[in-house]
């Protein structure tokens, strides 16, 4: 006999309606490497995002008649992506079965989620008005359309600011989770504020009203820090404070200070301002810092002493942001200013130094895998002389123009609900001989841990970490861990035969972090036989290093 499906607003038709939200908060970070990461990590937009949906039940068919469903055909509406063999996964559980129209709801169900799932927030699947002799039904896919779309403006960023963002989201559009995931985690990066959107049924058969609400966030952010991250040299105890204020006036801008100071002297402090331009989430800044040293121990008897500034204009596009991926573009240019004074000896070298950068970084988020990475591109020129009394008595010899890349790579597979483990690396690769301010350094808290802050020094080369975490059960951020680092340079000069080297070492970590309240590293490290060309400090088979700070 003939099965017929009535068209009542179609059997298992539902509008998309769901609210998603996304704000600044996130999952516990692993400890920043330094109190710069802390900030970014603090106002870093990668927070969850979800869409809630529910169905209107289907329309009954008659006297509960059921039949053998032969063939179930999905047809999703032209311009909507999907993979061939996901829907005949989906189709091949109900066929050669028998149903009744609660089976063919159940399918339209399952077939609305997954498209929901992957890409379309407002999609429904749907059993249109047919009639089947053969067994045959079909589901149709709608992907649902943009409605009217409203901005619900309670924080203090004006309407315009919010606006230009969400230009790229038309009345008639089918709506697309990532298009627009990207122009909510837009508004997030304005700074200080959080946003959500809630997508409601519209006044037209496919159509989602979109309601983009925004309230304030934080609006500012403070980190004090206290570290053992430094050279000998220079000290190595530092403490510091970083501190950022987000829309001062509105319009999406930051304004952002950090100063340093360590035991010997050394002192670093800088200003950035930056803020959102255009329809794309750009964000556009100037910066300066300028950090003056005086070397203790050895060479403080030769009266060691320099200064760098630097100026900088940098720029970050995000091509696209999701809660489980993204892509930013990045570039800028850096023009340095250095002087380096033995002035025992009245000898000075002033260096300035441009350069352009280009690159690439982003995130993806699996089930069980993170995985963050980026690569830049640099091109430059540096010029330096060498003065005796105030005469010049040479030049530098890396003058000239220069190029370098750097890569890098970091990956966290968790393997239990307690352990995982972080897979890290970074490689440069240089055109020339680079000046040391250019040079890739391997020894310190941030690189192969065994060594010393600076040791191992080179145009090219790799380091890389295995670290095997357990986070301990009832305690919030709180994990033990064991690595091993490894590293490798090599110069291009002509004396690199005395620089090249390989440092390897392992250890064991614990570290301890709250969001928005404090942070706590501590690692012990040995090195593993000893690296050449290394420094008398680096034969030391041990050390610690610590870095606690609080934010607030």
Known sequence: ?????????????????????????????????????????????????????????????????????????????????????????????????TVTLKELNAAAAEVTRYFRAHGYPAATAYL?????????????????????????????????????????????????????????YNIIGLGGVKAGGLLQPGAQKGESNLTIKVEDGKAETY??????????????????LTADWYELSGNGDHLGINGMVSNAHQKNIGLRYDLSTGRSGTRVGLGVSHANYQLGKALEILGAKGTATTYSLYATTPLFHTSQEALFLNYGYDYRDMTDKLNRFSFRTDKESSAGHLGVSGFKKGKNTNVTYGVTGYAGHIAGRHKINGVRIGELAQKGHYSKGVADLSVVQKLSKEWDILLKGTAQLAGKDLDSSEEMYLGGATGVRAYPQGEGSGDNGYQATAEVRYHIPGVQG????????????????????????????????????????????????RRIGLGDNVSRDAQAKQRVWFMLGKLW
């Open 223 to 240: 980190v004090l820090y206290a570290n053992n991250y430094g050279s000998k040299s220079a000290g190595r105890y530092r403490y510091g």
């Open 1 to 97: 006999m003939g099965i017929h499906v009535s068209h009542k607003k179609c059997a298992a038709w539902a509008m998309a309606t769901g609210f998603l939200w996304a704000g600044t908060a996130m999952a516990a970070p692993a400890v920043p490497e330094n109190p710069g990461v802390a900030r970014e990590n603090l106002e870093r937009n990668q927070a969850q995002a979800g869409i809630e949906s529910s169905n209107v039940e289907a329309t009954e068919l008659s006297n509960g008649a059921s039949f053998t469903l032969n063939t179930l055909s999905i047809e999703p509406e032209d311009g909507i992506r999907f993979k061939d063999e996901d829907l005949a996964k989906i189709a091949a559980k109900y066929q050669g079965q």
């Open 478 to 525: 709180l994990a033990l861990s064991t690595y091993f680092d490894i590293g490798h340079v090599s110069s291009k000069e002509d004396a690199a035969a005395l620089r090249d080297t390989t440092l390897k070492g392992w250890g064991l970590g614990l570290a301890w972090t709250r969001p928005n309240d404090f942070f706590v590293r501590v690692d012990y490290a």
């Open 128 to 184: 249109p008005a047919q009639r089947t002799t053969d067994g045959r039904i079909v589901i149709a896919v709608e992907p649902g359309k943009f409605g009217n779309i409203i901005i619900d403006n309670q924080s203090k960023v004006k309407d315009a600011a919010i606006k230009r963002l969400v230009k790229g989201l038309k009345t008639g559009e089918i709506v697309e989770g990532k298009k627009l995931e990207t122009a909510l």
